[in-house]
């Protein structure tokens, strides 16, 4: 079992930023990628943005150019950084990491967008 933990949600109002930060019990050097997904009320999980081992990124149509994905393998450390963020970003968030026959979700942390 590999324990993620997620911080650094809360309430933000529109326009601002905010950073979470997923803690991973084991290395992430291991890992085939990284991704942050989140989940507003009454509807799915939807994936917000990966990184792949190499380091390529990927993200929704809904956050491109807006939230950026990154790691610290030293650390054991996947970051969310968002920014410009709206009303519809209100979600909790989670991470979750791929290590080829399983992946490990956090429990998630919320984040609310509201004036």
């Known amino acids: 079992q590999v324990q993620l933990v997620e911080t650094g949600g809360g309430l933000v109002q529109p326009g601002g930023s905010r950073r979470l930060s997923c803690a991973v019990g084991?290395?992430?050097?291991?890992?085939?990628?990284l991704g942050w997904y989140r989940q507003a009320p009454g509807k799915q999980r939807e994936l917000v943005a990966t990184?792949?081992?190499?380091?390529?990124?990927n993200y929704s149509d809904s956050v491109k150019g807006r939230f950026t994905i990154f790691r610290n393998r030293g650390r054991n450390l996947m970051y969310l950084e968002m920014t410009s963020l709206k009303p519809e970003d209100t979600a909790v968030y989670y991470c979750?990491?791929?290590?080829?026959?399983?992946?490990?979700w956090g429990r998630g942390t919320q984040v609310t967008v509201s004036a």
């Open positions: 979750n990491v791929d290590f080829g026959l399983q992946s490990y």
């Open positions: 084991r290395s992430i050097v291991d890992s085939d990628g």
């Open positions: 990184i792949t081992k190499g380091g390529s990124t």
